[in-house]
């Protein structure tokens, strides 16, 4: 272990700066994917501390994108999301040993509604204390999915009691401003990305893979997220990976589509700073493995074939190809879009 941490060396690039958000969920024994057990979470924050990896806030991060405030390079912002008494009893001592700062997402429907939720009392100790908090919508729904049929006008009226009224119940009850939202379940389309920003919040959280940085849409940031059986190995290389940027997606990132469509196009926006040949693409809906990305190197265009006979439903699409100048340096895109016949 030892060994380990003090082995990696990251590599240093002259371009700005890049930022991994990680995501967080729960801590301790239990045998669930989002459960990082104690032991775990404290070899993570100390292999950040030995790396001297920089460690900042949200805030710091949303100045960095509309401010264009600088942050030191390969930064990276914890959040912790869903509200679990754990976030206060566990993370919180080990972060706060470290000197780390953290957001934790939570939705009012289950604050001191279950033994091992965060109470409100919690929630105003640990804002008292520096820790940010802000919202993970009101009930946590899949928000493109609500689960009674509902026409247009009820469905605006939903979203908005989700996205406006967390928002305004946690500014009530801690009396502090919530600029932050993370989408429920990683899921969002374009009209839920819109009304985000619309409705006040300065950032918005996917659990789209990735990194982001200064071009980055701060309603679609990417997140990394630790589950129980990530390994050392997996969260290290984490702060390797460089954002890659895109345009000309189709489907558009957060688009509802009817049908699958037969193949997938994105336009990479740098291509020089790539090699297309080592493109690869994965959609969680086409297979669990990473399949060859045709990129054109002049243009930057990739368009990839969609095997017939998919599902309805999200596609969550990753692309990735090395860097030119160090190619043991990924750059990644993720988006996704939806295929539903109906409109809500
Ligand atoms: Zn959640």
Redesign the pocket.
């Known amino acids: 272990m030892t060994a380990f941490l003090f082995g990696c060396r990251k590599p240093v690039l002259p371009e700005p700066s890049s930022v991994t958000v990680l995501c967080f969920?729960n801590f301790g024994d239990r045998k669930n994917p989002y459960c990082v057990s104690v032991a775990r979470f404290a070899e993570e924050m100390r292999f950040l501390e030995v790396q001297k990896i920089p460690v900042v806030s949200l805030r710091a991060l949303a100045d960095h994108l509309w401010k264009k405030t600088p942050l030191p390079d390969q930064a990276v912002v914890m959040t912790i999301?869903?509200g679990y008494k754990t976030a206060k009893d566990v993370a919180w001592p080990i972060l706060k040993r470290c000197g780390f700062p953290f957001t934790v997402?939570v939705y009012p429907h289950a604050v001191g509604r279950f033994p091992s939720a965060l109470t409100w009392e919690d929630l105003r100790l640990m804002a008292r204390g520096g820790v940010d908090i802000e919202s993970?919508s009101m009930t946590?729904p899949l928000l493109t999915h609500p689960d009674k049929p509902m026409n247009r006008k009820e469905y605006r009226a939903w979203i908005d009691e989700e996205l406006a009224g967390s928002k305004r119940r946690i500014e009530e009850e801690l009396h502090r401003p919530v600029t932050s939202l993370?989408y429920?379940?990683g899921g969002y389309d374009e009209y839920i990305v819109e009304r985000t920003r619309e409705l006040g919040y300065e950032t918005a959280l996917t659990c789209d893979d990735g990194s982001v940085d200064q071009k980055s849409d701060p309603y679609r940031l990417d997140r990394r997220l630790v589950f129980r059986q990530t390994s050392l190995k997996t969260f290290a290389a984490y702060f390797t990976q460089r954002p890659l940027h895109v345009g000309d997606l189709s489907p558009r990132d957060g688009e509802r589509v009817k049908e699958i469509p037969a193949e997938i196009t994105a336009r990479i926006l740098e291509p020089r700073t790539i090699l297309p040949e080592t493109g690869q693409i994965l959609i969680d809906k086409v297979g669990k493995h990473w399949r060859p990305a045709p990129i054109n190197p002049k243009t930057g265009e990739m368009r990839f074939q969609i095997p017939p006979g998919g599902r309805r439903g999200y596609y969550f699409v990753s692309l990735i190809a090395k860097d030119r100048a160090h190619p043991a340096l990924l750059r990644e895109a993720s988006w996704l879009f939806i295929v539903r016949k109906k409109h809500i």
């Open positions: 969920h999301d869903d997402y993970h946590h993370a429920p379940f």
